[in-house]
């Protein structure tokens, strides 16, 4: 059984600063990696979606990195701002069938401090 | 604009009585999630479905039920039987083609439920 987990729960960094958040998983057979935003009281907001196929994805200041090797990914934000404090989550998708389900990790709470 | 939607945003209900919230889409998605989310606790699963009339359990389906009379429609009933009922719900779907797949998922907003 799939379990996506992320360390650490939550993370504090100066504005300006470049950061990494981790997401592991258990299971390498995953058919795609996404990670995901949700501010306070708000649904969940799409960043980035990596292919089984694929090592890595961006989109502007976001890179998210794949090794399905070691089980790990990666959420890299440049240059952090105030804005991008949320929490964010990352959520695996396991196989091609039609009882595919997304499994969540718990979640790394972010605060950019002015 | 294509999204999905769920509502309402906010729901009061006295303790024994079951709740409908609704979910619809309208991006010709296949696949259709309800979570439940909690303080510290992550989503986690109720109810999954992948085709029209045909639904899944997920991890802690107890106390709910869904149905998919429609491709854009999902709702989830929140019985009288769940014992904590109160949560935050979020919806969300994909796309599954069975060939070339693009799985991005997307979320709705959310229906925070008290039951009092």
């Known amino acids: 059984k799939q379990e996506v987990t992320q360390i650490p729960a939550a993370l504090s960094v100066p504005e300006g600063e470049n950061l990494v958040l981790n997401c592991s998983f258990t299971d390498s057979a995953i058919y795609n990696l996404q990670w995901f935003r949700q501010d306070p009281g708000k649904g969940l907001t799409s960043l980035l979606l990596?292919?089984?196929?694929?090592r890595e994805q961006t989109s502007g200041r976001l890179n998210a990195s794949l090794d399905k090797s070691s089980g790990r990914s990666t959420l890299y934000i440049a240059a952090s701002q105030p804005g991008d404090s949320a929490t964010y989550l990352c959520?695996?998708?396991?196989?091609?069938?039609?009882?595919?389900?997304?499994?969540f990790g718990k979640g790394t709470r972010l605060h950019i401090l002015p | 604009d294509g999204g999905i939607t769920q509502s309402p945003k906010y729901l009061f209900r006295k303790e024994g009585q079951n709740v409908t919230l609704s979910c619809e889409q309208n991006l010709n998605h296949d696949a259709m999630y309800w979570y439940r989310q909690d303080p510290g606790q992550g989503l986690r699963l109720i109810y999954y479905s992948q085709i029209v009339n045909d639904f899944q359990k997920g991890d802690i389906a107890e106390g709910y039920s869904v149905s998919r009379e429609k491709k854009e429609s999902f709702p989830l009933t929140v019985t009288s039987a769940q014992k904590n009922p109160t949560a935050f719900y979020l919806c969300?779907?994909?796309?599954?083609?069975?060939?070339?797949?693009?799985?991005?998922?997307?979320f709705g907003q959310g229906t925070r439920l008290t039951v009092v």
């Open positions: 990596i292919q089984s196929s694929q």
């Open positions: 959520a695996a998708s396991n196989t091609m069938n039609r009882d595919d389900k997304i499994i």
């Open positions: 969300a779907s994909s796309l599954w083609t069975g060939g070339s797949m693009n799985t991005e998922a997307f």
